[in-house]
């Protein structure tokens, strides 16, 4: 059998069973200190896909970049066939500030396919594109909900796509949300590329999440084993099929005032349950707002001050003989999966 090739990438030659950390230059800032993407490659000791994990697009959402940390540190990776190519912090200059955007004030998931001689956020959309995207089979993209919000863990794929939808069942998450490309993102330009990208939505902004971190760190894993770059030993199959919704809406405020939830994150609701009631602060008016359709809550607002309009929960369709009791379930079956214990934790 031919000895398994070195993985070449920005200069550098990985060898087989080895790993390595390289830096891609981006920027310099106005004190002269210098940015880069840093990208952890896994070379496996067999040829394989090469897919790439990534998170922190959004710079305050670090729940992926913890889910990348236990990743890494899993001996798990030991028997990878192929290779991964790992950003743990994808926006730097995000991070750093604690904000979603770049100093620019640009979305860098809006920013795709990017350029050369664009914005600075345009210049690290294309750098992450070509230099990393574009050398893969598959990406993982680790993503929360906004500021002030949180979202159920759950799979994004595009509708109609076969592989991305059985990836998506093999991830294990409790939803699988079917949604449209968006113009500019990261998931529509690797399309476009020839590269599918499994959007994984899950917690909040600027905060940690046990529950989010056990379901993307296992979800990773288990679409690794369903590529076959991973030997199923240590590897436990999502037991509860992850609830399918086709459709979904946002149901807003419908005054401004005081926000208080009766539902949250995971519950299934029913038409005409009441979701939640927003206030005047003397107590003088109260509106409730009211679920317009039978689903499943896969996401909400998390700040208790809302004006007219607001974002309040995020609902989506669900077809299943009782859904409730997937959802109880698939929360059991996060707490109690195998690949955490506390030392691995902590």
Request: proline share 5%.
């Amino acid at each position: 059998m031919p000895k398994h090739a070195l993985f070449e990438f920005a200069g550098h030659s990985i060898e087989p069973g080895s790993r390595q950390t390289v830096e891609l230059p981006v920027s310099v800032l106005s004190d002269h200190t210098p940015v880069n993407l840093k990208v952890h490659v896994i070379h496996g000791k067999k040829p394989g896909p090469v897919v790439f994990v990534s998170a922190a697009v959004h710079g305050d959402e670090v729940m992926g970049v913890e889910i990348v940390r236990r990743m890494l540190q899993s001996d798990l990776l030991g028997g990878l066939r192929g290779t991964l190519l790992v950003v743990p912090i994808v926006n730097a200059f995000g991070f750093h500030n604690r904000s979603r955007y770049l100093p620019d004030r640009r979305d860098l998931n809006r920013s795709f396919p990017g350029s050369a001689g664009g914005s600075l956020a345009s210049r690290l959309a294309g750098i992450f594109l070509e230099q990393v995207v574009m050398r893969c089979d598959l990406g993982i993209d680790l993503h929360s909900a906004a500021i002030h919000r949180t979202n159920l863990p759950q799979v994004r794929v595009s509708e109609g796509n076969g592989r991305t939808m059985a990836l998506a069942k093999a991830f294990g998450a409790p939803v699988i949300l079917t949604s449209d490309l968006r113009e500019g993102s990261l998931r529509a330009e690797a399309k476009a590329a020839g590269v599918d990208v499994l959007l994984y939505e899950a917690g909040e902004a600027l905060r940690f999440d046990e529950m989010a971190a056990r379901a993307g760190v296992a979800g990773i894993f288990r679409v690794l084993r369903a590529m076959e770059m991973l030997p199923a030993k240590g590897i436990a199959k999502a037991r509860v099929a992850p609830l399918l919704c086709q459709s979904s809406r946002w149901l807003r405020a419908p005054a401004g005032g005081l926000l208080r939830t009766y539902r949250g994150d995971g519950d299934v609701v029913e038409e005409g349950d009441v979701l939640a009631s927003v206030a005047d602060p003397f107590g003088e008016a109260e509106v409730e707002l009211i679920a317009p359709m039978d689903g499943i809550i896969v996401g909400r607002a998390v700040m208790p001050v809302v004006n007219e309009g607001d974002a309040v929960f995020h609902l989506a369709e669900v077809r299943h003989d009782d859904p409730a009791q997937a959802v109880e379930d698939l929360a059991t079956q996060l707490e109690n999966s195998p690949l955490f214990d506390e030392d691995e934790i902590i």
